[in-house]
């Protein structure tokens, strides 16, 4: 069954997977018939595209229908991964075969012979060059058997034959050793290259079975089915519910590769530094799963972190080469030993794989200079990312509720400031007033210009503690709730745009400003420390009061629709406990998150004083629309 998710998101999920199904598919022929590596290449990062995307757009589909997705894709990407890894180390290899020196061993001299034979092959060879031109042979000396054996073993037909001994190896002299780096690199070659022949019939097989699935086509066909109903009900996919989810998907990813951050500097962190690839890679899709909610807002991010991906991509594969390489030379040496009966055979192969090694040594330690300095001119991207973040919601002006008639009371309130205890009595008293619906009026987002420096510094601390989760719940607050109950408009915010607030010290020509501009019949704002409601050309104004402010009670507003009227609830709490909880957070001044001032804290809270003695009862203030 699927969960009551927010329309938009759903529809511009679909949109998103349909693509990323389609762009798998057109993959698929030209993997298995493996002319060309780059269809390997794309299918697998469509394939990566999906996986990450899936997760994120979990509550979208039924749960079991979406599982069997992930799995299904999740397979393929491991067949597709080890044939694609293959293509890349063997283009690389080709590649750098082109700047190695071309000069060769002596002529007719292989190093991979026993080393009888070699020392005669070795005399013979220098008793023909000492011939004058005319007198040496015109065929090359013949060893009988030789080639065969040699065209076997290379094409991978070699037997291990254990009742031939080990003979020791041969050495190339030290300028051959320098100038003959080929070989050793283009056995390399071939032994990947066989691997990967060997490969291919089992990718043609994972991709079969994975077109057999269906499980492309499923997804797709589901997508199309909300792509079609979004349509048709002409839903918008860039709601507050888009914005909170991709807020909370992109900051965690990118709290993930941060991480790893402060482990990049050292050459030794090289597991971190893999892990770091991978949240970089995670959170480069996931970004680029959301680029179309921000226009081009994530474009620059999404360029740094594909930079820093190269650059541990990189980094990454010569720690692949590294590890691999010995291994590679221990192989090679037991095939030769079993086929030929001596490791001669490795004179050939050493020089070229050692270079090797030592290449990717030299070019890791340059890349990761190299991605240090590229970390520290660019981090700050990262930190304009959760600003570009947070500007959709800044533009989220408006949110339209949709109230029940059955709906007979709503309370609102505003201003909780951390104030549990408060809120709790809120509650409890509204609820004891049988009313079960509750709207919040919001409190201040940006952090007042006239604010003390300890505050503001305490404002920064607390957001930053946040998990990405509340952060984006707050910024997913509207700045307007409008809805239409019984026969009226109704209009709930923080504070108006022109008005400080709306409190009894607000002038009337003021309000009146408010009630033109704003367009409702009834206008109910939070800012304000005290209760207010004031009636002017024929629209209400009200103020719900601060919950848990100086005046030691918890206010709000409770409303009623038939008939309409705005009563002001003011019930005594705890104060003592929420000064006593607050104490465990030393950093968070108490008069700052009540909303005290300091007079007030310290009179409540001073053990020299005696307790803070609250009324026992509620006061109620009634504002009825007939009068």
């Known amino acids: 069954m699927i969960t009551n998710l927010d329309e938009g998101y759903r529809l511009y999920g679909a949109g998103i997977l349909m693509q990323f199904a389609a762009n798998m598919v057109s993959e698929s022929a030209g993997v298995k018939a493996g002319i060309d590596i780059e269809y390997?290449?794309?299918?697998?990062?469509?394939?990566?595209?999906?996986?990450?995307?899936?997760?994120?757009?979990?509550?979208?589909?039924?749960?079991?229908?979406?599982?069997?997705?992930?799995?299904e894709i999740k397979q393929i990407m491991r067949s597709l991964g080890h044939a694609r890894d293959l293509d890349v180390q063997i283009a690389f290899l080709r590649a750098y075969l082109n700047i190695?020196?071309?000069?060769?061993?002596?002529?007719?001299?292989?190093?991979?012979?026993?080393?009888?034979?070699?020392?005669?092959?070795?005399?013979?060879?220098?008793?023909?060059?000492?011939?004058?031109?005319?007198?040496?042979?015109?065929?090359?000396?013949?060893?009988?058997?030789?080639?065969?054996?040699?065209?076997r073993f290379f094409s991978g037909k070699h037997r291990r034959q254990?009742?031939?001994?080990?003979?020791?190896?041969?050495?190339?002299?030290?300028?051959?050793?320098?100038?003959?780096?080929?070989?050793?690199?283009?056995?390399?070659?071939?032994?990947?290259?066989?691997?990967?022949?060997?490969?291919?019939?089992?990718?043609?097989?994972?991709?079969?079975?994975?077109e057999k699935s269906k499980t492309l086509s499923s997804?797709?066909?589901?997508?199309?089915?909300?792509?079609?109903?979004?349509?048709?009900?002409?839903?918008?996919?860039?709601?507050?519910?888009?914005?909170?989810?991709?807020?909370?998907?992109?900051?965690?990813?990118?709290?993930?590769?941060?991480?790893?951050?402060?482990?990049?500097?050292?050459?030794?962190?090289?597991?971190?530094?893999?892990?770091?690839?991978?949240?970089?890679?995670?959170?480069?899709?996931?970004?680029?799963?959301?680029?179309?909610?921000?226009?081009?807002?994530?474009?620059?991010?999404?360029?740094?972190?594909?930079?820093?991906?190269?650059?541990l991509g990189d980094m990454h594969d010569c720690d692949v080469w590294?590890?691999?390489?010995?291994?590679?030379?221990?192989?090679?040496?037991?095939?030769?030993?079993?086929?030929?009966?001596?490791?001669?055979?490795?004179?050939?192969?050493?020089?070229?794989?050692?270079?090797?090694?030592e290449d990717r040594k030299a070019k890791r330690a340059a890349l990761h200079t190299d991605a240090n300095v590229f970390w520290k001119k660019n981090e700050g991207v990262l930190d304009q990312l959760e600003r570009n973040l947070v500007k959709p919601f800044e533009n989220l002006r408006m949110r339209t509720l949709s109230i029940p008639n059955s709906v007979s009371s709503i309370t609102f309130f505003a201003n909780v400031h951390a104030n549990l205890p408060a809120l709790e009595v809120i509650i409890a008293n509204a609820k004891d007033r049988g009313c079960t619906t509750f709207l919040h009026a919001g409190t201040s987002k940006e952090c007042p210009v006239d604010m003390e420096e300890k505050h503001y510094a305490c404002h920064r601390k607390t957001w930053k503690k946040l998990s990405?989760?509340?952060?984006?719940?707050?910024?997913?607050?509207?700045?307007?709730?409008?809805?239409?109950?019984?026969?009226?408009?109704?209009?709930?915010?923080?504070?108006p745009v022109e008005l400080e607030n709306t409190c009894p010290e607000t002038p009337d020509d003021g309000l009146k400003r408010l009630c033109t501009e704003v367009d409702a019949d009834v206008i109910i704002c939070g800012r304000a420390r005290w209760s207010f409601a004031k009636k002017i050309q024929g629209v209400w104004s009200a103020n719900t009061g601060r919950s848990g402010g100086g005046d030691l009670h918890a206010?709000?507003?409770?409303?009623?629709?038939?008939?309409?009227?705005?009563?002001?609830?003011?019930?005594?709490?705890?104060?003592?406990?929420?000064?006593?909880?607050?104490?465990?957070?030393?950093?968070?001044?108490?008069?700052?998150?009540?909303?005290?001032?300091?007079?007030?804290?310290?009179?409540?809270?001073?053990r020299e004083q005696p307790k803070a003695v609250m009324p026992n009862t509620v006061s109620t203030t009634t504002a009825q629309s007939e009068t």
């Open 468 to 495: 990405a989760n509340a952060r984006a719940a707050l910024l997913a607050m509207p700045a307007e709730i409008r809805f239409v109950w019984g026969c009226l408009r109704i209009v709930a915010m923080h504070q």
């Open 219 to 311: 997804l797709q066909d589901a997508c199309m089915e909300i792509i079609i109903r979004g349509k048709l009900q002409k839903i918008e996919t860039k709601t507050p519910a888009s914005y909170q989810t991709a807020y909370c998907h992109i900051s965690l990813c990118r709290e993930k590769m941060m991480l790893y951050a402060k482990a990049l500097a050292d050459p030794e962190r090289i597991t971190a530094h893999h892990e770091m690839r991978i949240a970089a890679k995670k959170l480069r899709y996931t970004m680029e799963t959301y680029r179309d909610l921000y226009d081009d807002g994530l474009v620059p991010s999404i360029k740094m972190v594909k930079e820093l991906q190269d650059y």
């Open 40 to 71: 390997i290449h794309r299918m697998r990062v469509a394939s990566r595209r999906l996986r990450v995307a899936l997760p994120l757009f979990a509550d979208c589909f039924p749960k079991k229908e979406h599982k069997c997705w992930e799995n």
């Open 100 to 151: 190695l020196p071309q000069t060769a061993f002596s002529v007719g001299v292989p190093r991979f012979l026993p080393e009888k034979l070699l020392i005669s092959m070795q005399k013979a060879v220098e008793t023909i060059a000492t011939l004058p031109p005319g007198k040496q042979p015109q065929t090359p000396i013949a060893i009988p058997w030789f080639f065969t054996r040699l065209k």
């Open 555 to 606: 206010s709000y507003l409770l409303t009623t629709r038939d008939p309409f009227t705005l009563y002001h609830i003011h019930v005594p709490y705890d104060l003592e406990e929420t000064l006593k909880s607050l104490e465990k957070q030393k950093e968070i001044p108490a008069l700052f998150v009540v909303g005290l001032s300091s007079d007030e804290t310290a009179s409540a809270h001073s």
């Open 322 to 357: 590294m590890e691999f390489l010995p291994r590679f030379l221990m192989d090679e040496a037991e095939k030769s030993v079993a086929y030929f009966g001596n490791t001669g055979f490795m004179a050939m192969v050493r020089p070229g794989i050692a270079a090797f090694e």
């Open 162 to 210: 254990q009742t031939t001994p080990a003979k020791p190896e041969v050495l190339p002299s030290k300028e051959a050793a320098t100038e003959e780096l080929r070989s050793g690199i283009e056995c390399l070659t071939l032994r990947l290259m066989q691997e990967r022949t060997a490969l291919q019939p089992e990718v043609i097989k994972a991709v079969e079975q994975f």
